[in-house]
């Protein structure tokens, strides 16, 4: 592949991602090329490495070996600017519980140096449904709507790649209802979307293309027109080894 | 550098909006250093000679251990909810994210020597106003709020993070608080600004040291 030519014309690249703790290994040599505006769902158990991925991604976690290029920026070379680009939310909501949600979004939206933070306030939580609760305490509220905030605060910034790290782990069905809607109505227009979950039914809906990660590696990887719906659950345990 | 200055800010004001609805810090730093306070009056008694070998020590034991107590809760308001991880996604310096913290913990543990020196000097029968008293306060909390912000870091990734901060900081924290202890003294007696002097530039000095020091491994103590 041409990489020259390919540089600035990815939203995500990643060669050669390698993280070890140890003599542990979460990802083996992980290459991985997402275009802009294109959604990508990561499936696998447990303990493969997703979340470490999706932290390496967020330069939360520095890789032991491979490099990262978010938008063709090195995320070494240009750590801030790369954070810039990145919105995150996990089950970890990074919201402080004795702030209202106001007050949470207009101190990330100070750290971000967002414009007009006033009004981009109000799209952001409109968006997320949470209008008539914008000045009560985050821990106040119930762990889905802390969620819905958390969503929020991730696109607050406008990335143009949002990250989901198994965002509706230990949600209600309702709740999980909700967010599902709550992230439809923020990914509009062209934002990357990378997102790892155990629920194969809401990643193949949600996924333009799908990869299974497998002891840190890649094992399978398609796009939404390859993929076979109807007997992925049979590759997703033939590629994970369940039921072996 | 106004950029970095507001988020600077935006961090302080966090942190003491926070703590304004808790009260989890400076509540638990005052009862304790009140108690010390307290405790080591009624136990050297009045006698104006006593008082004068054993008042700043129980003024400054008051406010570092008090302020161990403070910096153990610094940095676990970041931890609980992987808030921390919130923080380093911040297109922001790292060292931002040191300033603004040390903004909160140096104002958090001088609130409760605003309280408590007063009473203090009440309960010492030393003279209330004492501006000089006031500026070495401020140097010295400065001193090992620097130091003590940034092993509450340290020690926040910790297991046993209450033992091991003051394993760390109390060694390094000793220059300043014994310069803040000979200032205070010379400051009780009445002694000229000449004599305290030496011991006022020993507090500066550490607190550029460690301020510069603090502001540049903090990268490496909260990066992964």
């Known amino acids: 592949m041409n990489e020259e030519v390919t540089a600035s014309s990815w939203a995500i690249e990643a060669w050669g991602l390698t993280k070890s703790f140890g003599d542990r290994y979460a990802l083996r040599g992980i290459d991985l090329k997402v275009s802009r505006g294109e959604h990508l769902v990561i499936f696998g158990p447990n303990g493969v490495g997703k979340t470490t991925l999706v932290k390496i991604l967020s330069t939360l976690v520095k890789p032991s070996a491979g490099s990262v290029r978010l938008d063709g920026i090195d995320i070494r070379d240009k750590p801030a600017q790369s954070r810039r680009k990145i919105g995150l939310v996990s089950h970890q909501t990074f919201l402080y519980d004795d702030l209202t949600i106001y007050e949470n979004l207009k101190f990330y939206g100070k750290m971000y140096d967002v414009p007009d933070l006033e009004p981009k306030i109000r799209e952001v939580v409109s968006w997320v449904q949470l209008e008539s609760r914008l000045y009560d305490r985050v821990g106040t509220l119930s762990r889905g709507l802390q969620q819905r905030a958390s969503i929020a605060r991730a696109v607050l910034h406008n990335p143009s790649i949002l990250l989901l790290d198994e965002p509706e782990v230990g949600l209600d069905p309702h709740a999980i209802t909700v967010i599902r809607d709550a992230l439809g109505s923020i990914n509009t227009g062209s934002r990357t979307v990378v997102m790892t979950t155990h629920n194969l039914e809401r990643g193949l809906e949600l996924g333009d293309s799908v990869i299974i990660l497998d002891r840190g590696k890649i094992v399978y990887q398609a796009s939404k027109h390859e993929v076979d719906t109807l007997n992925f659950k049979q590759i997703y345990d033939q590629c994970t080894g369940i039921g072996k | ?224």
């Not at chain 2, 009056?41 to 129980?58: C, Y």
């Not at chain 2, 002097?197 to 603090?214: E, G, K, N, S, T």
């Open chain 2, 1 to 224: 550098m106004n950029k970095v200055f507001t988020k600077i800010l935006a961090i302080f004001w966090k942190d003491i909006l926070a703590e304004f609805r808790t009260k989890e810090i400076v509540t638990s730093v005052l009862v304790f250093a009140l108690l010390v306070l307290v405790i080591f009056s009624f136990a050297f008694g009045t006698r104006a000679d006593a008082m004068e070998l054993v008042a700043p020590g129980i003024l400054w034991t008051a406010l570092t251990f008090g302020g161990v107590l403070g910096f153990n809760r610094v940095f676990i308001m970041e931890k609980e909810n992987s808030r921390l991880e919130g923080l380093m996604l911040c297109p922001v310096d790292r060292a931002v994210i040191y300033w603004g913290k040390l903004a909160g913990s140096f104002t958090f543990i001088l609130a409760v020597a605003v309280v408590i020196t007063p009473i203090f000097l009440v309960l010492l029968n030393l003279p209330l106003f004492l501006p000089r008293l006031a500026l070495i306060i401020v140097l010295a909390t400065l001193g090992f709020a620097a130091v003590g912000t940034l092993f509450s870091a340290v020690a926040i990734n910790t297991r046993a993070r209450d033992i091991m901060l003051p394993i760390l900081f109390l060694p390094i924290a000793v220059p300043v608080i014994v310069a803040a202890v000979k200032a205070t003294a010379l400051v009780i007696a009445g002694r000229p600004w000449g004599d305290m002097l030496v011991w006022l530039q020993i507090i500066i000095v550490f607190d550029i040291i460690y301020l510069v020091i603090a502001t540049l491994v903090f990268e490496f103590v909260v990066e992964e």
